[in-house]
């Protein structure tokens, strides 16, 4: 008994010993890891503190050889210019036209697409596939192939510098994609789901807003966000389709910085620029919590 007690610590010990070596190794993975991840986030946050720290100097010092990494000379000018200066449209207007055509975007395009990827998915017809290859191949087309036809388009309806012809344009170039990403969230809900809700006495549309629904909503914040983006920043069509100063979008706007006769103002740019980018971190931060709450709102009861 006395050596099977004094046995017994020595066999422990040496596990010990033997795991030690593993659990340097996990910490050093993990210090590895936390430090590659911060390198990342360092890396990917640089520019736009380098935008935000332009937007703060006067535009002298952005030209200079030696670069201002804090803005020693802080000022709110750049700022003033962009919403107060009467050199250029201003741009409060040109931010209701972004925010108008970008919403209009987003809503009619996850509608349509929403429908699109549910008939795509839960239903068999004539020409499905045939259906499914003209998304795809309408999505390897580029936008500004199509600029003669859709000018000439949008001239013919009168549609031209109006905010419905460009979200026209804007929804037939996100519709495409939204539609091949929604049909992935659906395809992934199984059949059975709904099935077993109108066993238990729901109707098809009840099992569908019940049981169906909650799981999508990842699906429809992930191409909503994609829409919203895309909607946001594009320049090409805008500066085709809205021509008028009245009716340009902030990218469009944004161009009215550069002249051909004086020289760039880059201070005032990334402050317009850092503007630009508030209301898409505002949409963002509020879709997380839809996002987050769509992933669990399909959980059962243990």
Same mark, same amino acid.
């Given at each position: 008994?006395?050596?099977?007690?004094?046995?017994?610590?020595?066999?422990?010990?040496?596990?010990?010993?033997?795991?030690?070596? *593993? =659990?340097?190794?996990?910490?050093?993975?993990? %210090? $590895?890891?936390?430090?590659?991840? %911060?390198? $990342?986030?360092?890396?990917?946050?640089?520019?736009?503190?380098?935008?935000?720290?332009?937007?703060?100097?006067? !535009?002298?010092?952005? =030209?200079?050889?030696?670069?201002?990494?804090?803005?020693? *000379?802080?000022?709110?000018?750049?700022?003033?210019?962009?919403? #107060?200066?009467?050199?250029?449209?201003?741009?409060?207007?040109?931010?209701? !036209?972004?925010?108008?055509?970008?919403?209009?975007?987003?809503?009619?395009?996850?509608?349509?697409? #929403?429908?699109?990827?549910?008939?795509?998915?839960?239903? =068999?017809?004539?020409?499905?596939?045939?259906?499914?290859?003209?998304?795809?191949?309408?999505?390897?087309?580029?936008? *500004?192939?199509?600029?003669?036809? &859709?000018?000439? $388009?949008?001239?013919?309806? /009168?549609?031209? !510098?109006?905010?419905?012809?460009?979200?026209? %344009?804007?929804?037939?170039?996100?519709?495409?994609? &939204?539609?091949?990403?929604?049909?992935?969230?659906?395809?992934?809900?199984?059949?059975?789901?709904?099935?077993?809700?109108?066993?238990?006495?729901?109707?098809?549309?009840?099992?569908?807003?019940?049981? &169906?629904?909650?799981?999508?909503?990842?699906?429809?914040?992930?191409?909503?966000?994609?829409?919203?983006?895309?909607?946001?920043?594009?320049?090409?069509?805008?500066?085709?389709?809205?021509?008028?100063?009245?009716?340009? &979008?902030?990218?469009?706007?944004? =161009?009215?910085? /550069?002249?051909?006769?004086?020289?760039?103002?880059?201070?005032?740019?990334?402050?317009?620029?850092?503007?630009?980018?508030?209301?898409?971190?505002?949409?963002?931060?509020?879709? /997380?919590?839809?996002?987050?709450?769509?992933?669990?709102?399909?959980?059962?009861?243990?």
């Amino acid at each position: 008994m006395t050596a099977l007690a004094t046995a017994r610590p020595a066999r422990a010990g040496s596990t010990g010993r033997r795991t030690s070596p *593993e =659990r340097r190794r996990r910490r050093v993975g993990s %210090v $590895v890891l936390s430090a590659v991840a %911060v390198i $990342v986030f360092l890396v990917s946050a640089f520019p736009v503190y380098w935008m935000i720290n332009t937007s703060l100097l006067p !535009n002298n010092l952005t =030209r200079t050889a030696v670069p201002h990494f804090w803005p020693d *000379e802080f000022t709110f000018k750049n700022y003033e210019l962009v919403l #107060f200066g009467d050199t250029r449209s201003p741009f409060l207007p040109a931010l209701g !036209n972004s925010l108008a055509v970008t919403l209009i975007t987003v809503a009619v395009a996850l509608v349509f697409a #929403f429908l699109a990827a549910l008939a795509v998915t839960r239903f =068999r017809f004539r020409g499905r596939g045939s259906f499914i290859v003209a998304i795809l191949i309408i999505q390897m087309i580029p936008g *500004e192939a199509m600029l003669i036809s &859709t000018y000439r $388009v949008l001239d013919d309806w /009168q549609l031209l !510098n109006t905010l419905a012809g460009l979200s026209l %344009v804007y929804v037939a170039t996100v519709l495409p994609f &939204t539609v091949w990403t929604l049909r992935g969230f659906v395809n992934g809900v199984p059949l059975e789901l709904e099935e077993a809700a109108m066993i238990d006495g729901c109707s098809r549309m009840q099992a569908f807003w019940r049981v &169906t629904f909650p799981l999508l909503a990842p699906g429809l914040v992930a191409t909503g966000v994609f829409g919203f983006i895309q909607a946001w920043n594009e320049f090409v069509l805008a500066l085709v389709v809205m021509s008028r100063p009245d009716s340009q &979008t902030l990218p469009v706007w944004l =161009r009215t910085f /550069q002249e051909a006769t004086t020289t760039t103002n880059w201070a005032a740019i990334m402050a317009g620029s850092t503007l630009m980018s508030i209301p898409v971190i505002v949409f963002f931060l509020i879709v /997380q919590g839809r996002m987050t709450s769509g992933l669990v709102a399909g959980a059962v009861k243990g």
